[in-house]
């Protein structure tokens, strides 16, 4: 049966076989990186049309339908049109910084990839600190933002990358609890030991109440951290014309925006990954037959079946509620979602030593 | 007790995000009512409300009258100077001067459709009409005459 983990060690197989060593490493170096940027320029358009049709959808509105058949091309004509737009520099802007600021940013969101497991042993690299990795890459997209906001020169994108600054060092903090909780559940930092735990059943189902916490806190954590409505003061269009990148243009822009996408869709990855069982089929305990029939759909389906419906769901909080102001974000961060995620890692840690998950 | 309030905090807020979003999932599955309007394909079926203000017209009737005295209390009802009236005398028939319309200068492009004009006209000779499609590719087009050549005033109205 063809699946990703035959076709990559077909190929990898005769990479080797057929070139030495160092050629094929590099060889494979280079197929990652078409892959990867294939997948992000891939998802930079399903998502950006899924959004305008979620959102035309939820506001009793058509949405995109002149390009093609229900407008299924309107983002493919969007982005030619970035392409071939003039990607302007500000005169007083700090050029080498105001240029360097969208690429560190779809570095960041990039090098998140590498551990993530999208199918059965399909994966860039299975190392076994992969969550502290990507907890401590994701930082790394808020330095690109500040630098983008501080080197326009522009008092509305300055104020953006503030907030956007304080906005994703506090809400790191509970979203790093709430994957903490899955950590101390499943006993491992490996992303493929935390995807083989979950074999007899996904955590939000054996993890009981505190996963569950765990698992509303991260969502809300994350909504912050891609600095998505409700949390989307880094932009606000009503206040900051257009927050961090209101000076950026063309294809530098595209980049910023698809940034943003990619983003949404690699938390909602590690989501899936933690809490709803990554590639892992439906499973219930030991009852086979029922497996057994779960195991026939391909396990990156079940992957991206659990992203996309992560990915609706924040689109929905998008949609549906009205942004925070700062001070009311840093309370809901420092008064509420940490405190919760604290006691409930305790709680977490209590049921992980006495054994009363599944 | 603080403790108290603090969990009552967190029901009544996660309550009232799930109603909400339960309202737009109803939006999201129920997709039946679209309120776009697909404007140049249903040109034929559009349907404006009647408080649609257009542009200015006059209105005329089948003979070709109209009920403008040349009153001038438009030109000064509007703000903004876009109507001019140019005014002509009449020689009645039993000799009289008197003051009558012969030019309803009407500029589109100044024209904030305020409804002040109408508003002001004491013998209703002036309406907001619904059309809205008013592109010209000069400008000129845009100053009207509002009175048909050749029309007079209607009988009766003073």
């Given at each position: 049966?063809?699946?990703?983990?035959?076709?990559?060690?077909?190929?990898?197989?005769?990479?080797?076989?057929?070139?030495?060593?160092?050629?094929?490493?590099?060889?494979?170096?280079?197929?990652?990186?078409?892959?990867?940027?294939?997948?992000?320029?891939?998802?930079?358009?399903?998502?950006?049309?899924?959004?305008?049709?979620?959102?035309?959808?939820?506001?009793?509105?058509?949405?995109?339908?002149?390009?093609?058949?229900?407008?299924?091309?309107?983002?493919?004509?969007?982005?030619?049109?970035?392409?071939?737009?003039?990607?302007?520099?500000?005169?007083?802007?700090?050029?080498?910084?105001?240029?360097?600021?969208?690429?560190?940013?779809?570095?960041?969101?990039?090098?998140?990839?590498?551990?993530?497991?999208?199918?059965?042993?399909?994966?860039?690299?299975?190392?076994?600190?992969?969550?502290?990795?990507?907890?401590?890459?994701?930082?790394?997209?808020?330095?690109?933002?500040?630098?983008?906001?501080?080197?326009?020169?522009?008092?509305?994108?300055?104020?953006?990358?503030?907030?956007?600054?304080?906005?994703?060092?506090?809400?790191?903090?509970?979203?790093?609890?709430?994957?903490?909780?899955?950590?101390?559940?499943?006993?491992?930092?490996?992303?493929?030991?935390?995807?083989?735990?979950?074999?007899?059943?996904?955590?939000?189902?054996?993890?009981?109440?505190?996963?569950?916490?765990?698992?509303?806190?991260?969502?809300?954590?994350?909504?912050?951290?891609?600095?998505?409505?409700?949390?989307?003061?880094?932009?606000?269009?009503?206040?900051?014309?257009?927050?961090?990148?209101?000076?950026?243009?063309?294809?530098?822009?595209?980049?910023?925006?698809?940034?943003?996408?990619?983003?949404?869709?690699?938390?909602?990855?590690?989501?899936?990954?933690?809490?709803?069982?990554?590639?892992?089929?439906?499973?219930?305990?030991?009852?086979?037959?029922?497996?057994?029939?779960?195991?026939?759909?391909?396990?990156?389906?079940?992957?991206?079946?659990?992203?996309?419906?992560?990915?609706?769901?924040?689109?929905?909080?998008?949609?549906?509620?009205?942004?925070?102001?700062?001070?009311?974000?840093?309370?809901?961060?420092?008064?509420?979602?940490?405190?919760?995620?604290?006691?409930?890692?305790?709680?977490?840690?209590?049921?992980?030593?006495?054994?009363?998950?599944? | 007790?603080?403790?108290?309030?603090?969990?009552?905090?967190?029901?009544?807020?996660?309550?009232?995000?799930?109603?909400?979003?339960?309202?737009?999932?109803?939006?999201?599955?129920?997709?039946?009512?679209?309120?776009?309007?697909?404007?140049?394909?249903?040109?034929?079926?559009?349907?404006?409300?009647?408080?649609?203000?257009g542009e200015?017209?006059?209105?005329?009737?089948?003979?070709?009258?109209?009920?403008?005295?040349?009153?001038?209390?438009?030109?000064?009802?509007?703000?903004?100077?876009?109507?001019?009236?140019?005014?002509?005398?009449?020689?009645?028939?039993?000799?009289?001067?008197?003051?009558?319309?012969?030019?309803?200068?009407?500029?589109l492009d100044?024209c904030?459709?305020?409804?002040?004009?109408?508003?002001?006209?004491?013998?209703?000779?002036?309406?907001?009409?619904?059309t809205f499609e008013h592109s010209v590719?000069?400008?000129?087009k845009l100053?009207k005459?509002?009175?048909?050549?050749?029309?007079?005033?209607?009988?009766?109205?003073?």
């Amino acid at each position: 049966m063809p699946s990703l983990e035959n076709i990559a060690n077909f190929i990898h197989n005769w990479l080797y076989t057929t070139f030495n060593a160092t050629v094929a490493l590099l060889l494979e170096f280079t197929i990652v990186a078409i892959l990867v940027i294939g997948l992000f320029s891939v998802l930079g358009l399903v998502l950006i049309f899924m959004e305008r049709k979620v959102s035309a959808y939820m506001q009793v509105r058509l949405g995109p339908n002149r390009v093609g058949p229900k407008g299924i091309f309107q983002t493919v004509a969007d982005t030619l049109k970035l392409m071939v737009k003039e990607g302007m520099t500000p005169n007083n802007a700090d050029k080498f910084l105001f240029n360097l600021a969208p690429f560190i940013v779809m570095t960041a969101a990039m090098l998140i990839l590498a551990p993530l497991a999208f199918a059965k042993n399909f994966q860039i690299w299975d190392i076994n600190i992969g969550v502290l990795f990507v907890t401590a890459i994701s930082s790394v997209s808020v330095i690109g933002i500040l630098m983008a906001g501080w080197a326009s020169n522009n008092k509305y994108s300055l104020l953006g990358a503030m907030r956007s600054g304080a906005q994703i060092v506090s809400y790191e903090l509970s979203a790093g609890l709430s994957i903490i909780t899955i950590v101390v559940l499943s006993e491992s930092l490996k992303i493929s030991t935390i995807i083989e735990s979950q074999a007899n059943g996904w955590w939000i189902f054996k993890g009981h109440i505190p996963a569950i916490i765990a698992f509303v806190i991260f969502i809300i954590a994350v909504t912050a951290e891609t600095n998505r409505a409700p949390f989307d003061l880094a932009e606000a269009e009503s206040e900051l014309t257009a927050g961090f990148h209101t000076e950026y243009s063309g294809m530098k822009f595209a980049l910023f925006f698809l940034a943003e996408y990619v983003n949404i869709f690699i938390v909602c990855v590690i989501g899936a990954t933690l809490f709803l069982g990554g590639w892992m089929p439906l499973h219930f305990g030991t009852n086979t037959t029922f497996n057994e029939m779960m195991d026939y759909i391909p396990s990156s389906l079940w992957l991206f079946g659990k992203t996309f419906f992560l990915i609706f769901v924040i689109m929905w909080f998008r949609w549906t509620f009205p942004r925070l102001r700062i001070d009311q974000l840093l309370n809901l961060e420092w008064k509420y979602l940490l405190p919760i995620s604290m006691i409930n890692l305790l709680l977490a840690t209590a049921m992980a030593i006495l054994g009363w998950h599944f | 007790m603080f403790l108290k309030e603090y969990i009552q905090d967190i029901y009544g807020a996660v309550k009232s995000l799930l109603i909400g979003m339960r309202r737009t999932g109803y939006y999201f599955t129920n997709h039946k009512e679209i309120i776009t309007q697909q404007y140049p394909d249903n040109k034929a079926t559009l349907n404006l409300s009647e408080r649609f203000r257009g542009e200015v017209v006059m209105i005329h009737d089948e003979n070709n009258e109209h009920a403008c005295t040349g009153c001038t209390a438009c030109e000064l009802a509007c703000p903004n100077a876009t109507i001019k009236i140019i005014t002509q005398f009449d020689i009645s028939p039993d000799g009289k001067k008197k003051k009558a319309l012969n030019k309803f200068v009407y500029h589109l492009d100044l024209c904030t459709m305020c409804n002040l004009c109408i508003v002001a006209c004491p013998t209703d000779a002036i309406k907001m009409a619904n059309t809205f499609e008013h592109s010209v590719f000069d400008r000129s087009k845009l100053t009207k005459i509002l009175n048909n050549p050749d029309s007079k005033i209607r009988a009766g109205i003073e």
